[in-house]
C-alpha cells in the first residue's frame, strides 16, 4: 500500500510539474540525406548572413539530431564528451521563445515566450542554437567543440548557413534559457538558410 501512495504522488507531482508545458515533437531525423562527409568538408565554412526564410521543421529535426541526438540504444550522441559525461545541452531562440531540445524524447520543450535571437553584426538569423555546459567541467569546451562542429557540417551539407559566436549578450542568454549560475553558455550559433 505505501509502495503504490509513493508510485502515485511521484506521478502526480510530474504531471503537475509538466502541467501547461508545450512541448513540440519533432519529426523523426531523416539519416537517408545523401551528401558527402567531404563535400561537407570542403563546404564549411563561417557564415554570417542568413535568408529571412523560417527553418522548415524536417530540417531542424535534422539539424538538432546531427548536433547531439542519440544515435545508438545505449543512449550515447553524435557528439563525443568526455567520459561519456555528456554535458552540453542544446537550446534553441527562435521568433516564438526559447526551447530546450530534449535528446531522449527528440522534441522541444518550451522555457520562455518571446524574441531572445543574438544577432551577429547586425544580422539577425531565423534562429540560434545555444550549446550551454551544465557544470564547471574541465572539458566543456572541448565537447561543446564537438557539438558547434557538428552544427557547421549539417549546415554546409545542406544549404543552411552558421558561424560559432564566443561573443554574445550573455546576461540575455542566459535569463532566456532561465539557467542556473553553475550552468555556463559556451557558443551561440546563429542558423539560416544560405542568403
Ligand atoms: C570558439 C569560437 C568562437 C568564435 N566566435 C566568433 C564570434 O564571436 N564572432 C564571429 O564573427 N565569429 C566567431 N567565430 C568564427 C571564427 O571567426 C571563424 O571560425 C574563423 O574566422 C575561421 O573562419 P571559417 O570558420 O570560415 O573557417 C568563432 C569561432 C570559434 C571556433
Known amino acids: 500500500m505505501r509502495k503504490f ?3 502515485l504522488v511521484a506521478t502526480l507531482l510530474v504531471v503537475a510539474c509538466n502541467a501547461g508545458q508545450t512541448v513540440k515533437k519533432l519529426p523523426a ?20 548572413e542568413y535568408a529571412d526564410t523560417p527553418i522548415a521543421l524536417q530540417d531542424l529535426s535534422d539539424l538538432l539530431w ?7 540504444p545505449d543512449g550515447k550522441r553524435t557528439a563525443p564528451s568526455a567520459v561519456n559525461r555528456q554535458d552540453i545541452k542544446v537550446y534553441v531562440l527562435d521568433t516564438e521563445g526559447s526551447w530546450l531540445y530534449d535528446h531522449t524524447e ?4 518550451k522555457l520562455n515566450d518571446g524574441d531572445f535571437r543574438q544577432p551577429i553584426r547586425e544580422n539577425m538569423p531565423p534562429m540560434n542554437l545555444v550549446l550551454v555546459a551544465d557544470a564547471e567541467w574541465q572539458w566543456s569546451g572541448v565537447d ?3 557539438v558547434s562542429q557538428n552544427i557547421y557540417l549539417f549546415c554546409a551539407a545542406n544549404g543552411m548557413a552558421t558561424v560559432a559566436m564566443g561573443m554574445f549578450d550573455e546576461e540575455a542568454v542566459t535569463k532566456a534559457l532561465n ?14 538558410y544560405k542568403k
Open 106 to 109: 527528440h522534441a522541444l520543450i
Open 29 to 48: 531525423p531523416n539519416k537517408e540525406r545523401t551528401a558527402t562527409l567531404m563535400q561537407a568538408l570542403s563546404d564549411r565554412q563561417s557564415i554570417r
Open 144 to 146: 561543446a567543440g564537438y
Open 179 to 192: 539557467l542556473l549560475t553553475e550552468q555556463q553558455v559556451v557558443l551561440v550559433h546563429p542558423v539560416g
Open 66 to 72: 546531427a548536433a547531439n541526438g542519440v544515435n545508438r
Open 5 to 7: 501512495t509513493f508510485a
